[in-house]
């Protein structure tokens, strides 16, 4: 069983940053696919990053390409996500997943195991 929580969330202005963190439990973390997904208001969850179990790739969802980053620290079981440039349309429930087979796509059916999410909400 693999528990994973996301921190970090909050209240930012339009043009701030945040950085979430998603804190997994278990011994294999490195080689874990890992997500970010978000879901706000009204709307279907939907993909933001994803990263391969070593690092070295890294997939985004077009409407963050450019002002997220999603990096790993295997050493300490953690997935970070740096949001810069925020928007009021990233207001949403944002959510890591993980899947033990290594997967890093943006197809949620793959996902394992989820993060109960962290609210981000961008004032304009």
């Known amino acids: 069983q693999v528990q994973l929580v996301e921190s970090g969330g909050g209240l930012v202005q339009a043009g701030g940053s945040l950085r979430l963190s998603c804190v997994a439990s278990g011994r294999s973390f490195s080689n874990y696919g890992m997500g970010w997904f978000r879901q706000a208001p009204g709307k279907e969850r939907e993909f933001v990053a994803a990263?391969?179990?070593?690092?070295?790739?890294?997939y985004y969802g077009d409407p963050v390409k450019g002002r997220f980053t999603i990096s790993r620290d295997n050493a300490k079981n953690t997935v970070y996500l740096q949001m810069n440039s925020l928007k009021p349309e990233d207001t949403a429930v944002y959510y890591c997943?993980?899947?033990?087979?290594?997967?890093?796509?943006?197809?949620?059916?793959?996902?394992?195991?989820w993060g109960p999410g962290t609210q981000v909400t961008v004032s304009s």
């Open positions: 990263i391969r179990w070593s690092g070295a790739d890294t």
């Open positions: 997943a993980a899947d033990l087979g290594g997967y890093y796509g943006n197809n949620q059916l793959m996902y394992h195991y």
